[in-house]
């Protein structure tokens, strides 16, 4: 299983863990959701559940649900400005195809 930080990602993703002290790391989950099928679902969180696997990247422990690892497995996480809004950004080597707002995907 590989999820890669780019520096900005990790950048910015570090500034949240430092803000919480009690942080165990950046949890990088999927849901269903959208028109394509599944979203990200990212959060920093305080604990590790059981079915749930800690890989690093760039000093970041990145907390990723079993049942995800198949889908974003390669993922590259970016973290990008775009005039006001700053945004991550998910390239996904497995993904198949993405909704034209860019907020789902799909899978084989």
């Known amino acids: 299983m590989t999820l890669q ?3 900005a990602a990790a950048a910015r993703i570090a500034h949240f ?3 919480d002290k ?3 790391g950046f949890r990088v989950a999927i849901k269903k ?4 099928g599944w979203g990200y679902d990212v959060s920093i969180v305080d604990s590790v559940a059981k079915d749930e696997v800690v890989f690093e990247d760039r000093g970041i422990p990145l907390i990723v649900p079993k049942s995800a690892i198949a889908k974003i497995n390669g993922t ?3 973290y990008e400005k775009q005039g006001i809004n700053q945004i991550f ?3 996904n080597p497995n993904a198949t195809g993405e909704c ?3 907020e789902s995907f799909t899978t084989d």
């Open 22 to 24: 009690g942080a165990k």
């Open 5 to 7: 930080l780019t520096e």
């Open 33 to 36: 959701m959208g028109c394509s």
């Open 89 to 91: 950004v998910y390239r």
């Open 100 to 102: 034209g707002c860019g």
């Open 17 to 19: 863990l430092n803000m």
């Open 76 to 78: 590259t996480i970016d």
